[in-house]
């Protein structure tokens, strides 16, 4: 997946909250990820964490006073200003949200703060009473007036023991918004609308049963995080799964093919490609039964089944030469001739194609081998994580929507 943290020079405030220790977590995951972290602490942070600490997992000094010692050398707030690609203050107390809001540069991080040439990020971390306050909602209002990115505390048990909203969000929801705006910014798929289906289509015999398959959405969910990481704006419309996405996405769930039908040729027009990993139904039932069949009056049963909606035809038939579409094809047998016809037959770009013959291929695997087939040639590539996979896909989808 795409990494837009690495090479990122962040410089991390830490202030006086007991959310202080997961400031360790931050700095670990920014690390792991490739950036170089700078920690400005307070004073008062100080007297929740120890700089050894922190400097031992950033691998440099903890910069906390103006004069580092009394022979003239000092720490320029400007430079760290000047450094920085990025400036996130984790946790910020109502007191240091103040003091942001209002220019009182009485300490290293509001004056490094008030140098920052690069966005500011900041997570509040306090009591819900103290969050909900009047003057600390016009401290964050004013932030927001300046540009600076508040990251919403979540809702939760608080070190008073209250329940409430206060408690600083997650390290790793806290690294994820970097990682989604320095994406948004930088990827190669920027100003670009990505619209993916994934994920099984269930088509109901009667209130308890269905027509299903065995698709868990993994390929198709690892491509929209891929596609968000380089940030496209991503649609994602995806049957009954049980993934999560890592980026923000616009999401629809659907449950049958008639609704992916639906969805996909509403939302088509609006997006610069499609990539319809999905696994859809093919038939659904003539009838759907109003009560659950039952066995014992029935007896033999014999369900007649309609064709569903082509989704990849339809699309193929509205497809503007702007647009790029992407097919997906499981086969069990004559597998590259199949997928060719298929992409012939919609309007296709390319096609994905994966075969169930091979091993570690196909539903409910977290990897997968594939096939990238267009009107000119096939590639090949060797079994990967889907993760991987995804990035092979994007890349080709990039090149093709830059010969568009």
């Known amino acids: 997946m795409a990494n837009t943290l690495k090479g990122k020079k962040i410089v991390l405030g830490i202030t006086g909250s007991i959310a202080a220790y997961k400031a360790c977590y931050i700095i670990r995951g920014l690390i792991k990820q490739g950036a170089e972290v700078q920690v400005v602490i307070t004073p008062a942070g100080k007297e929740f964490i120890t700089p050894v600490t922190l400097s031992a997992l950033t691998s440099k000094p903890v910069i906390s006073e103006f004069f580092a010692q009394r022979d003239g050398t000092w720490n320029s707030h400007v430079d760290l200003g000047l450094w920085a690609d990025a400036m996130l203050i984790a946790p910020a107390t109502a007191s240091t949200i103040g003091k942001m809001a209002n220019g009182v540069a009485d300490n290293m991080l509001i004056t490094t703060y008030l140098s920052a040439k690069s966005p500011v990020f900041v997570a509040p971390a306090m009591d819900l009473d103290m969050y909900a306050h009047p003057s600390t909602q016009k401290n964050l209002d004013t932030l927001r007036s300046y540009g600076n990115h508040i990251i919403e505390p979540g809702t939760g048990e608080l070190a008073s023991h209250l329940v409430g909203k206060g408690r600083m969000e997650e390290p790793e929801v806290i690294i994820q918004y970097l990682a989604n705006y320095f994406a948004g910014k930088e990827g190669d798929l920027r100003g670009k609308t990505i619209m993916i289906t994934a994920g099984p289509t269930y088509e109901k015999i009667d209130p308890v049963r269905f027509i299903g398959n065995y698709s868990s959405g993994k390929m198709g969910f690892a ?68 009560a659950k069949i039952k066995r014992e009056k029935e007896g033999e049963m014999t369900l007649r089944l309609k064709p569903t909606k082509d989704i990849a035809a339809c699309l193929g038939q509205m497809k503007q030469d702007r647009q790029v579409l992407v097919g997906f094809a499981l086969e069990t047998n004559d597998e590259q001739h199949n997928a060719e016809d298929k992409l012939q037959r919609k309007n296709l770009d390319f096609i994905v194609l994966n075969s169930l013959n091979d091993k570690g291929a196909g539903f409910q695997y977290d990897t997968n081998k594939i096939s990238i087939i267009d009107c000119e040639s096939k590639t090949d590539f060797p079994l990967k994580s889907k993760v991987e996979v995804a990035v092979d896909i994007v890349d080709r989808l990039v090149e093709v929507l830059n010969n568009k």
């Open 223 to 290: 491509i929209a995080d891929e596609c968000a990481a380089r940030g496209a704006k991503v649609i994602m419309i995806s049957g009954p799964v049980q993934q999560q996405l890592k980026y923000p996405a616009n999401w629809f769930v659907v449950e049958s093919a008639d609704q992916m039908y639906n969805a996909a040729c509403n939302f088509f027009m609006e997006a610069d490609a499609a990539i319809l990993s999905a696994a859809v139904a093919d038939f659904t039932p003539e009838q759907v039964a109003d």
